[in-house]
């Protein structure tokens, strides 16, 4: 149901667009030029749950800091909801692997630390950090620092802190790599529930089929990369329409998982040849 | 950390018992006995043995060398802090600067010391000066070099958060530095007390410093291990209270 009311509400303004995209890096020592992206066009709807799912090197994560500002793209254009970007910015929540917590300020000061830098009223930041604690389910843990938390719980943290600034978009980079299987499990089924219930709009990187069936309106697969020769580029993009939450033994699920498996594989031994 | 007092006692009992008996063999000339260095410290402190000019007048030199080592580590703090932060963030300012601190820091701060006293005469800010210059470039240097380790994750995720350039300094570069500062504010403590016993030497009658150059002069052995052993006690003293003093200034919060 969930699937098919996001797939009503796509508005005219892309939440975020992509546009002949490319990216050319240099190598450390100067010359060598690495074409790590090429010809990306994508169009991300309002309130969808896009997963880039490639392999390593295929340039998931050069897309996704592109589009949080962090890289300036060699080619084409990024814009979210419209506007042209231009370096990091409160409107696109980024989600690392690796948390990037501030070590020195507890968990509800993480949560606040947006609307703290964007002026807020005092009274309107600790509304938002009471409302998004509980919604990761930390209230307990509001004046720990993240040191003294799990993974999984840090990560929470991760989430709430950017979901307080509003985002237009939130840019997930392989959130769960670093957690074991059943806390990833638990993470993105809870991750599902809450975009559902605040309409956001994802970008979520992984290299995992099943994440990515479970969690996507639509799978963008992934190929190329310079260390086989092609820059990075799209290589199928697959919708997924199944209902919120997914059944991962159902057959609907797993005919999705064979046909994205089917192009991964055929693309990685098409390159071997 | 009684454990740890009780395993650090043995090592200085066992030093003093060694300085005993060297005397007592006549192992080492010109040194005094124990108890004559005792009972110095205790005039020196309290008054009421030898009744001389030195009586009593721990707290005067004391205080005259405190004072000195703290304005002129303070100003050292203040001025090299912020510049730090600045030269670690900005590439230009920092190679604008590099080279002029090469050069000038080799120059070791007893080299300063007939320069500064001709232009600002014999006297108190001359010591304090000497001081800055000696505690100025570790802060300087742990402070560029704090700045340039701030982990780049924390930069993103706090531009991505919406932080202005300006904020990022106060709200993420200085306190995921801070470790680093703290580490070069001690070492400018240690070098700030090193440094006071050279500017006292010449041209001030209080300090420390002072009493052991006039206590040297007039052959007092005595006397002179005495001044020693309150600068090992005051450089001791202030460095547990830069430790105190971040931990209540950082209000025990865990940094990086
Ligand atoms: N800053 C950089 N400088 C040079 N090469 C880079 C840089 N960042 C990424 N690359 C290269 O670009 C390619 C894509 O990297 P990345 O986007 O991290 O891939 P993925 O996230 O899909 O594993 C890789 O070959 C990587 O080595
Ligand atoms: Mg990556």
């Known amino acids: ?273 | 950390m009684s454990r740890r007092i009780f395993w650090g006692v043995p090592l200085p009992v066992a030093l003093l018992a060694l300085w005993a008996l060297a005397v007592d063999r006549n192992w080492v000339r010109l040194i005094p006995q124990l108890d004559e260095v005792g009972k110095e410290i205790w005039d020196f402190a309290f008054g009421g043995i030898h009744d001389d000019a030195y009586s009593a007048s721990l707290l005067t030199h004391l205080g005259a060398s405190a004072s000195r080592v703290l304005r002129g580590f303070a100003w050292a703090t203040v001025l090299a802090v912020p510049l730090g932060i600045l030269m670690g963030r900005n590439q230009r300012l920092s190679a604008m600067t590099d080279l002029t601190i090469s050069l000038l820091r080799p120059v070791p701060v007893t080299a300063w010391v007939p320069l500064v006293l001709i232009v600002f005469g014999l006297g108190s800010r001359s010591a304090v000066i000497l001081i800055f210059i000696a505690a100025f470039y570790p802060i300087l240097l742990n402070t560029v070099a704090g700045v340039r380790a701030v982990p780049s994750r924390l930069v993103e995720a706090a531009a991505m958060l919406g932080t202005s350039r300006r904020q990022m300094l106060v709200r993420v570069v200085l306190p995921a530095a801070l470790p680093s500062i703290f580490a070069g504010m001690r070492i400018a403590l240690g070098f700030a007390w090193v440094v006071v016993v050279v500017g006292e030497t010449v041209g001030v009658s209080t300090g420390l410093g002072s009493v052991i150059s006039e206590a040297r002069e007039i052959s007092n052995t005595a006397l002179i291990i005495t001044g020693m052993a309150f600068i090992g006690l005051a450089g001791f003293a202030t460095d547990r209270l830069l430790g105190t003093g971040v931990r209540l200034a950082t209000r025990r919060r865990p940094l990086i």
């Open chain 1, 1 to 273: 149901m969930q699937t098919a009311a996001r797939a009503m509400s796509i508005t005219a303004t892309p939440a975020v667009s992509l546009d002949g995209v490319g990216k050319v890096f240099r190598s450390a020592d100067g010359e060598k030029k690495v074409h790590a992206l090429d010809g990306i066009d994508l169009t991300i709807a309002e309130q969808e749950f896009l997963c880039l799912l490639g392999g390593s090197g295929c340039g998931k994560s050069t897309l996704l800091r592109m589009i949080a500002g962090f890289e300036t793209p060699t080619t084409g254009q990024v814009a979210v909801r419209g506007e042209p970007v231009r370096g990091p910015g409160p409107d696109r929540g980024v989600v690392f692997q690796d948390y990037g917590l501030f070590p020195w300020l507890t968990v509800a000061e993480n949560i606040g630390f947006g609307p703290r830098r964007r002026g807020l009223p005092g009274a309107d930041v600790d509304a938002a950090v009471q409302r998004f604690l509980s919604l990761v389910g930390l209230e307990r843990f509001a004046t720990t620092f993240p040191a003294q938390l799990s993974g999984g719980m840090q990560q929470r943290v991760a989430i709430a802190r950017v979901l307080a600034n509003d985002p237009a978009v939130l840019l997930m980079d392989e959130p769960f790599g670093a957690l074991d299987s059943l806390t990833r499990e638990t993470m993105q089924h809870e991750l599902q529930q809450i975009c559902d219930e605040l309409r956001t709009t994802v970008v979520f990187v992984t290299h995992s089929v099943e994440e990515a069936v479970y969690l996507a309106d639509r799978v963008v697969v992934m190929g190329g990369g310079p260390s086989v020769g092609t820059p990075g580029h799209v290589e199928l993009v697959l919708p997924v329409a199944l209902e919120h939450p997914r059944d991962i033994t159902s057959p609907e699920f797993n005919e999705l998982k064979r046909e994205l498996l089917a192009v991964i594989h055929g693309t990685s031994t098409a390159a071997l040849r």
